[in-house]
């Protein structure tokens, strides 16, 4: 799981309602008190075992599968930033790797991304995530059209993330990485930061929360989610690093 470097970038029960023993005549479906479910029992002689069927639109609504699992970052459109105007557009492996591929082998980058080396290392990143499930989108960030960031957005409860903090649905996760020194140090990462967390919010009225995990050793990152209105909610213990887990809430968002 690469981590979040925005400071040296920018330094996966049974329902027992009414149900009968053996030898009761359980063979007509049996409708549950809940509008659109219907539990099933088709053997007369089965145990306490249902069938139960959820509705194919509860289902989508659930998983997000209506428009994808991150409903398409790269179609939220613009946001007006202090520093310009600010869009996630899709990383196209044959056009984009040059670029991404010398942001990852920066020495300032590359301890905290591990993807240093070889354009296939870069490359084979990137296409483990565009030919997975969705439920990791890597992006281009660009700044008045000029593509100056690399940004993975995540869903962090069906990540492996999930397994070290209390995850809810729909928890969205970010790595970012800016790219070149010059925009690093003076409070950008911070402003694309905030300004990508509330359109994250804005686009995914079903996200309550915006979650990262910067490497505790990089105190500007952590600095930069700080000032972006995250929250240092707790330091975890993951496979390659100790990290800070930051959380932006939706019910926090105009006053953090």
Not at 6 to 34: E, L, N
Not at 48 to 68: E, N, S
Not at 107 to 133: C, I, K, N
Not at 200 to 219: F, G, H, M
């Amino acid at each position: 799981m690469p981590p979040t470097d925005a400071g040296a970038a920018t330094s996966p029960a049974p329902v027992r309602q009414g149900c009968a023993g053996p030898g009761t005549d359980t063979a007509a479906p049996r409708s549950s008190r809940f509008r659109g479910f219907t539990v099933e029992d088709d053997d007369p002689d089965s145990e306490d075992t249902l069938d139960l069927r959820l509705p194919a639109d509860f289902i989508a609504f659930c998983t997000g599968t209506t428009v994808g699992l991150l409903d398409r970052p790269s179609a939220w459109g613009p946001v007006a930033t202090s520093a310009g105007t600010f869009r996630l557009m899709p990383v196209h492996i044959e056009h984009d790797l040059p670029l991404v591929h010398r942001w990852m082998n920066d020495p300032a980058v590359a301890p905290f991304w591990e993807l240093a080396g070889p354009p296939s290392r870069t490359e084979d990143h990137l296409r483990t995530q565009l030919a997975g499930a969705g439920h990791s989108v890597p992006c281009l960030g660009a700044l008045d059209g000029t593509p100056m960031s690399y940004w993975e957005i995540y869903r962090a409860d069906l990540d492996p993330l999930a397994r070290h903090y209390p995850a809810r649905p729909h928890d969205t996760g970010i790595h970012l990485l800016v790219g070149d020194a010059a925009d690093r140090g003076r409070g950008l990462g911070s402003v694309l930061l905030r300004s990508v967390a509330d359109l994250i919010l804005d686009r995914r009225p079903v996200c309550a929360r915006v979650v990262a995990e910067p490497d505790l050793r990089n105190t500007p990152s952590v600095a930069a989610f700080l000032s972006a209105g995250f929250r240092y909610a707790a330091e975890v213990d993951l496979p390659a690093k100790r990290a800070v887990l930051m959380i932006r809430d939706r019910v926090l968002r105009h006053v953090l």
